[in-house]
């Protein structure tokens, strides 16, 4: 059978450009008129395009393979045609009634630096800054993504992005009034601090007032307290505290505490009241039961939550299983705007896929359009019918944006079309599932599995298992290695001879584990005790599944000894493959048992499998925030 004309070409350019990307797509593009424009514009996507075509060769072959070089042309076309609209559709955001884009722009990946080191714009390179720039210019003038979200704790990036911002206030057709910006600031102990924050991130932006403000991270219970007040709280100044040094020990005690009444929620309502605030939100990476406390209490417009397919992030599992569901159908009930944060990353690093899922989602569309795709169309996928109504990208450069604008314009032109691929996929996706751990243990491994504020190790039981079930299924492996790098970073913080709650405050730091709680699995440890709320017939499972985790997703792999507590850690028993006997008489050979049943065992092959290997990496260059320090 002769290969299609896309294939051959894409051979021949690769064949000839074995060690150049951007040559490669230079080449391809030669051979198709159709891409002669597409030839002029920017290397990265240049790049991306070589990428995407050699990794597919690798992958595909036949009609599959031909079909997807094919959507690679006709996407890269509408990226350079004039022609047609890029701007990508707007929704009613819930109760704010904003028409909010269904795409918007993060920016805390293309600030220099993460760290507060930088204070001013001499600090910035300009190369980092000019970068900043043009995502702007690209976002808002090109494809309509007029939804700005930063964080006072994104490092430098408040500081770029209002320099940038006047600029283009200055410079080009772009008004204030065109845009939303979204603030986020952290809930605080001390009031008299968060209200000094707020006011440094206004400062640093520029601006007069914000359309959206999130109190960013509302992820642990003490935090309730902070905001709502639900019980008196000291209030500390760290200006008066240093003011108060070197007075009498009556004057200083007065100065740096005083008992008070005020609440973040106090300074949040005289912002809103003066029309400084909006609309108020919340962002969370907390767990689903406090994210409906949160959104029960009724004084909240929107949320910035985890949900995706393959997960909510750490909210997965959940108290039904669902992940953040519950949360999505409390915040459609109530009309709240809903807003999906980090699909493309913490949604499963989906800008490089391993060669497993992308042969799952492919011909029909990349793993990067899916997560989108499932995002944009899940009220007519998922049972809850909720509309989810946009989310985030967190651009590194400009040719991040391109991938959304024209997935949405797709969305936009061919509905019927992209529902049904969608559907495709999803379905290929749930078959990968149930085959690679058998349906019972694919709709509840959930089950009985603590998170780390209910067990005493603070090991995140719930979300290790998941891990091992998103490798399997999906061949999720550097996703797995990524989250579970997390629990090894608070390990190694870790101080044997403190308390929890000291590690926890001073060598972690309270905020950062409310974004990634949890610590890393012992391999000398027996969590047996830890796990008697798993059912039965999923202990073993559960228990070789950390085996598992540790072995695939470690930094330095230990070398595990079988546990006598864990009988048939390699040959665990698959209860849902219980198949009745024959003749019970002949019970106890062959492995069968006495009640006129037989047990499958699995052995676990601990071996990483070759399409767990990541297909290619989107990205052309390492984020401003990702490279060395500039002194």
Request: include cysteine; proline fraction near 5%; charged fraction near 25%.
């Amino acid at each position: 059978m002769s290969e299609g004309t896309y294939t051959s070409s894409a051979r021949v350019a690769c064949r000839t450009f074995p060690d150049s990307d951007i040559e490669a797509a230079l080449h391809f593009c030669q051979q198709h008129e159709q891409l002669c424009p597409f030839m002029g514009t920017s290397n990265d996507r240049l790049v991306k395009m070589g990428r995407s075509m050699r990794s597919l060769l690798d992958l595909l072959e036949g009609e599959p393979l031909e079909l997807s070089l094919e959507r690679l042309v006709q996407e890269s076309q509408l990226l350079v045609n004039d022609s047609i609209s890029l701007q990508v559709p707007r929704v009613r955001f819930g109760k704010t009634d904003l028409q909010m884009p269904i795409v918007t722009l993060g920016c805390m990946r293309f600030q220099q630096e993460w760290g507060p080191r930088i204070t001013n714009m001499n600090m910035v390179g300009s190369d980092c800054q000019d970068n900043l720039v043009e995502i702007l210019k690209l976002a808002i003038l090109k494809y309509g993504m007029i939804h700005i979200e930063t964080a006072r704790g994104y490092g430098s990036s408040e500081l770029q992005l209002g320099c940038a911002l006047k600029q283009l206030f200055l410079t080009t057709d772009i008004k204030r009034e065109d845009l939303i910006i979204q603030v986020k600031v952290r809930p605080m102990k001390s009031v008299i601090e968060f209200r000094e924050t707020i006011g440094e991130s206004f400062q640093n932006l520029q601006i007069d007032y914000c359309d959206l403000f999130s109190l960013h991270g509302f992820n642990y219970e003490e935090q309730m307290k902070w905001v709502f007040g639900e019980e008196k709280m000291t209030v500390v100044s760290q200006t008066e505290k240093k003011n108060a040094e070197g007075n009498d020990e009556d004057e200083a005690k007065d100065a740096s505490t005083q008992e008070a009444d005020e609440t973040c929620m106090s300074v949040l309502t005289e912002y809103m009241e003066a029309g400084k605030i909006k609309h108020l939100g919340f962002t969370t990476h907390g767990p689903t039961e406090l994210i409906c406390r949160l959104v029960a209490k009724d004084v909240f417009s929107y949320a910035n939550i985890h949900y995706h397919y393959f997960g909510s992030y750490t909210a997965t599992g959940g108290p039904d299983g669902k992940g953040n569901d519950l949360a999505v159908k409390m915040m459609q009930e109530r009309g709240m705007g809903i807003f999906i944060i980090s699909p493309f990353d913490k949604g499963g690093a989906l800008y490089k896929p391993s060669k497993k899922l992308r042969s799952l989602t492919l011909p029909d569309m990349e793993p990067i359009n899916f997560g989108m795709n499932w995002i944009w169309n899940h009220d007519k996928l998922a049972d809850s019918n909720a509309q989810l109504h946009t989310f985030t990208i967190g651009a590194g450069r400009p040719s991040d944006l391109d991938n959304a604008a024209v997935a949405a314009y797709l969305h936009k032109t061919r509905p019927d079309d992209i529902v049904a691929k969608t559907k495709a996929v999803v379905e290929r996706l749930n078959r990968a599932k149930n085959d690679a751990l058998g349906k019972d243990f694919a709709d509840h491994w959930w089950k009985g599995l603590p998170k780390a504020y209910q067990c005493k190790s603070l090991i995140e039981h719930n979300q290790i298992v998941w891990i091992y079930t998103v490798i399997k299924a999906y061949g999720m492996l550097e996703f797995g290695k990524m989250r579970y790098a997390s629990f090894e970073s608070n390990s190694s913080k870790w101080n044997a001879t403190s308390s929890a709650e000291e590690n926890i405050e001073k060598n972690i730091g309270k905020d950062p584990w409310g974004f990634v709680p949890g610590l890393a699995l012992d391999p000398k440890r027996d969590y047996a005790d830890e796990l008697v709320g798993v059912p039965e017939e999923n202990k073993l499972r559960v228990r070789q599944a950390q085996e598992c985790v540790i072995k695939w997703c470690s930094k330095d792999p230990p070398v595990i000894e079988p546990k006598k507590s864990w009988p048939n850690i390699r040959r665990m028993s698959n209860m849902l493959s219980r198949k009745p006997k024959a003749n019970p008489s002949q019970a106890g050979e062959n492995g069968e048992n006495g009640d006129g049943t037989s047990e499958v065992f699995i052995e676990e092959d601990f071996t990483i499998k070759p399409d767990w290997e990541t297909s290619y990496d989107m990205r052309p260059w390492p984020d401003y925030p990702d490279q060395p320090k500039r002194e």
